[in-house]
């Protein structure tokens, strides 16, 4: 059975000491967890982050990485540099680095491609956009993302990868998707896998769900078949909100 897992990503918000209280106030609010928990601080603090959460099941993610080992890419980060800190899970293909920094599947395939060869998990975030979904191209849209990103991969490489379904629609808009369409692409995620791969790590695969997801919705989208947790965006940055979460994707 895939355990549930549930990633804060804060994304551009909390300086260092305010990163510092939330993960205080975090230890607090969830004392101990059955689901997997993490949190995505912002570079500059996931240091710190991961030296107040040592020996905690509290995991520290990053939210980008660049896909060389090192070099002349002024304001980057690399997977050694993350490691070097106690970062071993990352955050690619969010959609907001998709729109506003212009990274297209071929640049994560590659970005992909260097997390895993530093032995680093992935949460892999895709899903399509409001127009796309209403002229009903939503599953062709999801089945490239996956394809042109991850395809290329042997079969050893998925149990390094979490998949997030993020309907662009939904992030930060307060519009949630309902837990039926969650499931309904969630499953045919799963279905897609099991075409390119095999039925087996289709099953193993952690699907999570991302958009508008708060403590009054969490548990109906967590309870469905295909569901395996969610990437929390502005829920996340409320200490008691995030633990309500935690607790729901417990139950679930
Ligand atoms: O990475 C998180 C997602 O973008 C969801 O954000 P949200 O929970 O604020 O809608």
Given at each position: ?252
């Amino acid at each position: 059975m895939r355990k549930k897992i549930v990633a804060g990503n804060w994304k551009m918000n909390k300086n260092s000491e305010e990163t510092a209280h939330l993960i205080a106030q975090l230890r607090t609010e969830i004392p101990q967890s059955d689901a997997e928990v993490i949190i995505a601080p912002t570079f500059v603090n996931l240091a710190e982050a991961a030296t107040q959460l040592k020996g905690s099941f509290i995991e520290v993610a990053a939210q980008n990485m660049h896909f060389a080992e090192n070099g002349a890419y002024t304001g980057e980060i690399s997977a050694d540099m993350l490691k070097s800190v106690g970062v071993r899970t990352v955050i690619l293909g969010h959609s907001e680095r998709r729109a506003y920094f212009g990274e297209d599947d071929a640049l994560l395939a590659k970005k992909v491609d260097a997390a895993l060869k530093a032995g680093m998990r992935i949460i892999f975030c895709f899903g399509e956009e409001l127009d796309e979904r209403k002229k009903g191209e939503h599953f062709k849209v999801v089945e490239r993302q996956l394809k042109n990103a991850l395809f290329h991969l042997d079969g050893p490489s998925w149990e390094h990868i979490v998949l997030a379904y993020e309907p662009v629609w939904a992030i930060g808009t307060g519009e949630t998707a309902s837990p039926e369409q969650a499931q309904e692409m969630h499953a045919f995620i799963r279905k897609t896998l099991s075409d390119g791969y095999n039925k087996q790590l289709a099953e193993e695969v952690p699907i999570l769900y991302g958009g508008s997801v708060k403590p009054g919705n969490a548990g109906e989208i967590f309870s469905k078949a295909d569901v395996d947790g969610g990437l929390i965006g502005g829920a996340s940055l409320v200490a008691a909100d995030f633990a309500a979460i935690v607790a729901a994707a417990q139950q679930a």
